[in-house]
């Protein structure tokens, strides 16, 4: 079965940087786009960026770019977010989802918390 599972987030205080990593399984992970989104306390659930199944083509929310690199390895099923610059207003469950034909799967998330 399709599994996603987030690691990497923290606590981190601004300005400050993470990386997360989003392990895929259960499917052939280098023909799927991947997508990073997240949810902050009492928001909706957004979305950060794209990442098209080859990885030359990117796609970020105006609040990530210049700030957030995404990047995948086929090779190793992986995904990553590289977060720099980081602002309390990142703070958010961050979460890789892959939408398929019939059904989209989320990971678990991780929590991402930016404070001084």
């Known amino acids: 079965q399709v599994q996603l599972v987030e690691s990497g987030g923290g606590l981190v205080q601004p300005g400050e940087s993470l990386r997360l990593s989003c392990a895929a399984s259960g499917f052939t992970f280098s023909l799927y786009a991947m997508s990073w989104y997240r949810q902050a306390p009492g928001k909706e659930r957004e979305l950060v960026v794209t990442?098209?199944?080859?990885?030359?083509?990117?796609n970020y929310a105006d609040s990530a770019k210049g700030r957030f690199t995404v990047s995948r390895d086929n090779a190793k099923n992986t995904v990553y977010l590289q977060m720099n610059s980081l602002k309390p207003e990142d703070t958010a469950v961050y979460y890789c989802?892959?939408?398929?034909?019939?059904?989209?799967?989320w990971g678990q998330g991780t929590q991402v918390t930016v404070s001084s």
């Open positions: 990442i098209t199944s080859s990885g030359v083509s990117t």
């Open positions: 989802t892959v939408a398929m034909r019939f059904n989209a799967y």
